[in-house]
């Protein structure tokens, strides 16, 4: 049965280049390995959805916890292919996992009620949704003002024209996210944690050390 490595953080910090980077260099040593990334947009019900209302196209509010279901679903569709991937591989990385829920959705309540929706986040995931734990999980940790600059050098993405997402685009939910991370790594919830400094003097580190740094941690 294989690893199960998440990798987690704000928007634009690296974390889906940090994640294939990985899975190359696991490969390359003889390790196999394979990136499995949240949400799916267009593959489930639920990934659908989130597409739309990311890209502000909701015809009705999403609530905090609407969304919290919606990306529970997300990798609750996504379950079977999950345990195949472990099955037959020797680590499995997830780019985004349970923690994104609980970071993004406990950023849009208020402060009181917050560490109770994780909770309850946690609780659905892990018990009702009999999602994995993973066996480690890895917070990048990149400045607020270079991560902004990372987001504009993006691709263009499937469910959106825009540069900036419905949760890009809200510098203060972006804040609380980070701070909401830091609450979970400190905790260790889920599983246990190591933090990734993905930068130095104002500048990414190359993908390489970033990805020889995670390599140490697994
Ligand atoms: N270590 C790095 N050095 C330079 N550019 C990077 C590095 N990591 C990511 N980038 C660039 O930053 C942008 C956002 O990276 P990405 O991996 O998509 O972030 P995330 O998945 O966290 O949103 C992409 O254009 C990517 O090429
Ligand atoms: C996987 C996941 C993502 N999110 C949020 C984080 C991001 O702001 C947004 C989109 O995820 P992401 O895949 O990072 O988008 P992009 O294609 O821009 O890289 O969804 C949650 O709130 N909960 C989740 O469970």
Same mark, same amino acid.
């Given at each position: ?74 990798? =609750? ?134 990805? =020889? ?6």
């Amino acid at each position: 049965m294989g690893k199960l490595i998440v990798i987690e953080g704000a928007d634009g910090v690296g974390k889906n280049t940090a994640a294939l980077g990985l899975c190359d260099a696991l490969n390359a040593s003889g390790r196999s390995a394979v990136v499995i990334g949240f949400p799916r947009y267009g593959e489930t019900v639920a990934g659908v959805t989130i597409g739309r209302f990311l890209a502000g196209e909701m015809p009705v509010p999403v609530t905090a916890e609407a969304a919290a279901v919606l990306y529970a679903l997300d990798r =609750r569709e996504w379950l079977p292919r999950i345990i195949e991937a472990r099955d037959t591989h020797d680590v499995v990385i997830f780019d985004r996992y349970i923690a994104s829920n609980m970071a993004y959705q406990g950023a849009r309540v208020e402060a009181a009620a917050s560490r109770p929706l994780m909770d309850w986040i946690a609780r659905l995931e892990v018990e009702q949704f009999a999602l994995p734990r993973p066996d480690l999980s890895l917070y990048l940790d990149t400045p607020w003002e270079l991560a902004r600059e990372l987001i504009l050098q993006k691709a263009q993405r499937s469910y959106t024209d825009r540069s900036f997402d419905e949760y890009e685009a809200d510098i203060a939910l972006q804040q609380r996210v980070r701070a909401n991370y830091e609450a979970i790594v400190a905790a260790g919830l889920l599983g246990p944690w190591r933090v990734v400094q993905t930068s130095t003097d104002g500048a990414m580190r190359p993908r390489e050390a970033i990805v =020889r740094e995670i390599i140490a941690h697994i």
